[in-house]
């Protein structure tokens, strides 16, 4: 009987895997989209989303932020793609896989993540612009940052924009 049970829990295991759909692997160089949500943290209301997207003269960043209270606030790529703390410090600092000084988006010599500053009007914030120092292969999995103040632009090594209060993971965009 014992012999019986396994056999036809094996011919369950079996054609149950046999059911599977394969899973799509997909490699760096086959995507050309990412997508950000951003959630709140620090207690705030700031919500939103930020595309990247691969063009021939760079990557472009568009975001939409809603919830902000003021005008100029720091927007950044981190390190890590982990929102979990409610302050937003599990994401790290600013990606800068090459040991660069902290500066503006326009600066040649900058962080990865340097994305400046996003602008608020009535507690919205639109942003569209090319960035050729990005590369999106690299920033899968790492987290977008909306900072509470404004980045000064040259503050080592970050900007001096103050609370996280927005975080949201990079991830691979439907094509």
């Known amino acids: 009987m014992k012999k019986l049970i396994a056999l ?14 394969e899973m799509e692997l997909i490699e760096q160089s ?12 620090n207690g705030s209301d700031v919500s939103g989303m930020v595309h990247f ?19 100029k606030h720091g927007f950044h790529i981190h ?6 703390a409610d302050d937003g410090t599990s994401a790290g600092g600013h990606f800068n896989p090459n040991n660069n000084q ?7 010599n900058r962080h990865m993540g340097d994305l400046g500053n996003i602008i608020a009007e009535d507690g919205t914030a639109l942003l569209e612009y090319v960035d050729d120092e990005i590369d999106l292969s690299q ?7 909306v900072h509470g103040g ?3 632009l040259e503050s080592q090594p970050s900007g ?16």
């Not at 001096?160 to 094509?175: L, S, T, Y």
């Open 79 to 84: 390190q890590y793609g982990d929102c979990t």
């Open 150 to 152: 404004e980045d000064d």
């Open 102 to 108: 902290h500066a503006g988006p326009e600066d040649m």
């Open 53 to 71: 997207e691969q063009t021939e003269s760079g990557v472009l960043v568009k975001a939409e932020i809603n919830g902000l209270t003021g005008t």
């Open 30 to 41: 086959e995507f050309e989209k990412a997508v950000a949500i951003v959630h709140p943290k």
């Open 139 to 145: 920033i899968i999995g790492r987290g977008v940052i």
């Open 8 to 21: 036809f829990t094996a011919i369950i295991i079996i054609s149950g895997c046999a059911q599977q759909p």
């Open 160 to 175: 001096a924009a103050g609370p996280r209060i927005g975080c949201g993971v990079i991830g691979i965009q439907q094509n």
